[in-house]
């Protein structure tokens, strides 16, 4: 029912700034809680940023000044900025959807996107 296609990595200095972006496909966005997790090798995969139906946002105390979350439900894309990035930002970072209301513990996650940060 939802696809989620993530966006926009690559390899960026430290200091520098990236957007990725996630695309979903499917008539389901609107009652789509959206968030953005990563995961660096050898690590366990941890929350970013997290965009409720209603636009509330959350961060992960790490990000909270550098990274900001946004959500486009015309255009059904969830988009994370971040900034003054460190190479301990460098992981993959996935796009995830938890369903409300009629999917509500429905969840889906995206292939997922690296992010290299040198220093």
């Known amino acids: 029912q939802v696809q989620l296609v993530e966006s926009g990595g690559g390899l960026v200095q430290a200091g520098g700034s990236l957007r990725l972006a996630c695309a979903a496909s499917?008539?389901?966005?609107?009652?789509?809680?959206m968030g953005w997790y990563r995961q660096a090798p050898g690590k366990q995969r941890e929350l970013v940023a997290t965009?409720?139906?209603?636009?509330?946002?959350d961060y992960a105390d790490s990000m909270k000044g550098r990274f900001t979350i946004s959500r486009d439900n015309a255009r059904k894309v969830v988009s994370l900025q971040m900034g003054s990035l460190k190479p301990e930002d460098t992981a993959v970072y996935y796009c995830?959807?938890?369903?409300?209301?009629?999917?509500?513990?429905?969840?889906?996650w995206g292939q997922g996107t690296q992010v290299t940060v040198s220093s």
């Open positions: 965009i409720n139906i209603g636009g509330n946002t």
């Open positions: 499917g008539e389901f966005f609107g009652i789509l809680d």
């Open positions: 995830n959807a938890r369903g409300t209301g009629p999917l509500n513990r429905r969840e889906w």
